[in-house]
């Protein structure tokens, strides 16, 4: 086997903005990878703390490369600083990682192993990983999906498939999906890929996530808002919608829409929570039946404070 191909180069892409206390370990597990054809490329958002600082004690490793803007773009715009790293970047393959998070040594390695055991059909390689909660100090694991092959029917029938941070990525994936898309840098990318090529994973725990209070996801209006505008361009289209057919799209649309309807009754926005279960029901008026749906409903026109218990206990069995 020609070694170049079966060590091919591996870009991680760490996108910084505003994460100086967590920058320095996620640079580090990056680094420490023991597949060791790799660049690490780290781009400063418009940080205005002292991640910038952070990020320049790695300046002189040669495997590491530095951008900075100077200003911030956040999550949901084009021209996102992912997609100018990846055009940037010299890989074969491409891995983003989040300043707030890091991987284990052999994420990498094996997931470069299975690439060169599987077929040409194969353009995204993901694994299980752990969940750290900063407030607590407790890991747990988490396994989202375990699917192989033609993935997207699974991301319309069951919900997403990989952790955020999890997949290697062959960069032509990105020339398939463009990389000037509302999206682009977030775990919508994978979503789209799905449906131009197959999907395999690594059955192993190799990628930590950390839960903390500045959570890009703990702005539920921002993601909610963020979601109803990626699925309109992208499964609102003739071409998704003969490849799978409307029930799916619909399917995926209204689980959607539950899951931000229990989400803002967890923090007490009600009025967004019926506005939620209102839009899944119309994309799938039987939901109207469901036991979920219907408990979402009675909670958030319930006082505050009765509410929140009954959310609490539900959450708690």
């Known amino acids: 086997m020609d070694y170049s191909q079966a060590r091919p180069l591996v870009s991680i892409i760490i996108p910084c903005y505003n994460y100086a206390n967590y920058?320095?370990?996620c640079i580090d597990s990056a680094l420490s990878q023991t597949y060791e054809n790799i660049e690490v490329i780290v781009i400063d958002n418009?940080?205005?703390d002292e991640?910038?600082?952070?990020?320049?004690?790695?300046?002189?490793?040669?495997?590491?490369r530095i951008f900075k803007f100077d200003k911030n773009t956040p999550p949901g715009k084009k021209r996102?600083?992912?997609g100018y790293a990846i055009n940037k970047s010299k890989g074969d393959y491409i891995s983003i990682l989040y300043a707030d998070d890091w991987y284990l040594p052999?994420?990498?390695?094996?997931q470069v192993n299975l690439f060169n055991k599987s077929p040409g059909s194969v353009g995204v390689v993901y694994c299980h990983g752990y969940r750290y909660h900063e407030s607590t100090g407790k890991t747990e694991e988490w396994k989202m999906g375990s699917v192989r092959g033609f993935v997207f029917r699974d991301y319309l029938s069951s919900g997403d498939i990989v952790i955020p941070i999890?997949?290697?990525?062959?960069?032509?994936?990105y020339n398939i999906i463009g990389m000037d898309n509302d999206w682009t840098g977030s775990e919508y990318d994978y979503f789209v890929m799905s449906q131009y090529v197959d999907f395999d994973y690594v059955d192993e725990f190799l990628v930590v996530m950390r839960d903390h209070i500045n959570n890009d996801g703990k702005n539920i209006s921002s993601v909610y808002e963020r979601v109803q505008q990626f699925n309109a361009q992208v499964l609102f289209n003739t071409s998704t919608i003969a490849r799978v057919g409307r029930r799916l799209i619909n399917k995926r649309i209204a689980n959607n829409y539950l899951i931000f309807a229990l989400d803002f009754i967890a923090i007490k926005d009600f009025k967004m929570s019926r506005d939620a279960i209102i839009k899944a029901i119309s994309m799938?008026?039987?939901y109207i039946i469901k036991p979920r749906v219907i408990v979402a409903l009675l909670l958030s026109f319930l006082p505050v404070d009765l509410s929140t218990m009954i959310y609490s206990k539900i959450?708690?069995?």
Request: proline content about 5%; hydrophobic content about 30%; charged content about 30%.
């Open 284 to 286: 799938a008026p039987h």
């Open 51 to 64: 991640s910038l600082s952070i990020i320049r004690e790695f300046e002189n490793n040669n495997k590491v």
């Open 315 to 317: 959450r708690s069995n």
């Open 166 to 173: 999890s997949p290697l990525i062959k960069k032509f994936c």
């Open 106 to 110: 052999n994420k990498i390695e094996k």
């Open 80 to 82: 996102s600083v992912v």
């Open 23 to 25: 920058i320095e370990k």
């Open 46 to 48: 418009g940080s205005t």
